[in-house]
């Protein structure tokens, strides 16, 4: 069974993601991703893109600034109302995000709910996680944006707290420049900040993170709920080509009372991860809050003309929202398998072949045979500008594989001394562990039908 352990661990000796700023005793659940959660990182990036904007002829994508006007944040309702609930413990002094200790204790959703907050923390007695003491201070907001200053600005800015704003704030420019027609969408990819309570849950929830988001416009008048239920399945099939299974994936629809006045609907896609189904993605209908919010504070007219319709309006939105660091985190909890093998156990990680962040890796079979390394090498070269490759000659064949499984390499090339003689190699596959004895000027063409055709 993959827990949390397993995978941090992994995650860190194989050079996924690592502690923040180790040296320095790490940074409050700060991450770093590694060589391999890089690559990870971008290919999965590079899928999204490919699926919802270089595949699509309706959605086209920006790439906005961090640091927004901070009249967008006052229009968007974020200044005063981004907040979420606090606590502190009177005895150790923690502090702890008040709904989320009620919704652990006694599985209640209290989310923005104060005086109920108080009431329930007090009569139920929940216990401090840390102490065990059930002395509480009163709940209070706590606004969760990044405030700092910025040159030739007066006033605060922030880091902005999803990517969505400066879609947004883009809309016209779009909407002027390009030759968009309703319904179509905006996407970005980017980091966002939110100075989360408690962070935890390895890369689940950080303080800095990066989303990859679309707000989808439409015709105020069209049927909407066919095409709600469209994005939902989309968004269910990129879990699932991360390598995620269908039985560790379901919906969240968010009650009526519980919606922002504008929203006419909001569902989340939910991940079992090992520490129960939590949010991975949102899918919500946001009517038309955002453009005429930053109409109004913008005194900029924010329409579209529907010139078929022969008609002005403010388009609604429906805003698929995707996290990267989540969805990164559900590609190393799928891909993780142990496999008995012998008296031993062996660890893969089986990422699809599209997102694995080493595709080959090549091996001379010893590494003080000059003509071995020499061969191997000239291999490496010349597949290094088709595939992600690594040349690796460390210890012996059989730590190779282990690392190599480890990182999800889809397959190990290795030259030894038949190689010499009979211009071939030996190609091992990550999966069925199976080897093969291929030309070595048909081993690209090989590669290629295995890696990019199947
Ligand atoms: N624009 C809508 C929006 O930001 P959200 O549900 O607050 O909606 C969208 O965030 C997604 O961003 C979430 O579904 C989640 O995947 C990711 N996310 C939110 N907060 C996060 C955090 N603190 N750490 C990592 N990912 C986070």
């Not at 595949?55 to 109302?81: F, N, V």
């Not at 890369?203 to 990859?212: D, H, S, V």
């Amino acid at each position: 069974m993959v827990t949390m352990e397993k995978i941090v661990s992994l995650a860190k000796r194989r050079g996924f993601v690592y502690p923040a700023c180790e040296i320095y005793g790490g940074l409050a659940n700060a991450y770093s991703y590694g060589p391999y959660g890089t690559e990870l990182k971008n290919n999965i990036k590079k899928l999204w893109w490919k699926t919802f904007v270089d595949k699509r002829e309706d959605i086209i994508g920006i790439d906005g600034p961090i640091i927004l006007h901070t009249k967008l944040w006052d229009a968007s309702g974020h200044t005063t109302g981004f907040n979420d609930a606090m606590v502190d413990c009177k005895k150790c002094n923690k502090r702890f995000r008040a709904d989320h200790l009620i919704a652990e204790a006694i599985n209640e959703d209290l989310e923005g709910d104060l005086k109920r907050i108080d009431k329930v923390l007090k009569e139920k007695k929940i216990k401090c996680p840390d102490c065990g003491a059930s002395e509480w201070t009163n709940s209070k907001n706590f606004n969760m944006m990044f405030k700092t200053e910025m040159n030739g600005f007066d006033g605060d800015v922030y880091l902005r707290p999803e990517t969505a704003g400066a879609i947004f704030v883009d809309f016209k420019n779009i909407v002027d420049s390009m030759r968009v027609k309703i319904p179509f969408g905006i996407a970005q990819i980017g980091k966002a900040f939110r100075n989360e309570i408690v962070a935890g849950n390895f890369i689940f929830r950080t303080r800095e993170f990066e989303q990859m988001e679309i707000e989808y416009f439409i015709d105020p008048e069209m049927k909407w709920e066919s095409l709600f239920e469209e994005w939902l399945k989309l968004q269910e099939e990129f879990t699932i080509a991360l390598g995620a299974k269908k039985k560790d994936i379901r919906r969240h629809e968010h009650p009526k009372e519980k919606l922002s006045h504008y929203s006419k609907k909001t569902t989340d896609i939910e991940y079992n991860f090992p520490f129960g189904f939590n949010e991975l993605y949102g899918l919500a209908h946001r009517g038309d809050f955002d453009l005429s919010q930053h109409s109004k504070f913008s005194n900029q007219k924010l329409e579209y003309f529907d010139v078929e319709k022969n008609k002005k309006y403010i388009p609604h939105v429906i805003e698929p929202t995707f996290g990267l660091d989540r969805s990164l985190l559900v590609s190393l909890l799928s891909a993780y398998t142990e496999e008995k093998i012998g008296e031993g156990t062996r660890v893969v990680m089986k990422f699809p072949k599209n997102l694995a962040p080493v595709q080959i890796a090549v091996f001379p079979l010893l590494r003080n045979k000059p003509e071995l390394v020499k061969k191997a090498k000239q291999i490496y070269d010349d597949l290094k500008n088709d595939f992600i490759c690594e040349f690796d000659d460390n210890g012996n064949i059989g730590k190779r594989y282990r690392r190599q499984d480890e990182i999800g390499t889809l397959y190990c090339l290795t030259i030894d001394f038949d190689s010499l003689e009979k211009d071939d190699l030996t190609i091992r596959n990550r999966d069925t562990m199976k080897q093969e004895r291929v030309k070595i000027k048909e081993s690209k063409s090989y590669l290629k039908g295995e890696i990019y055709d199947k």
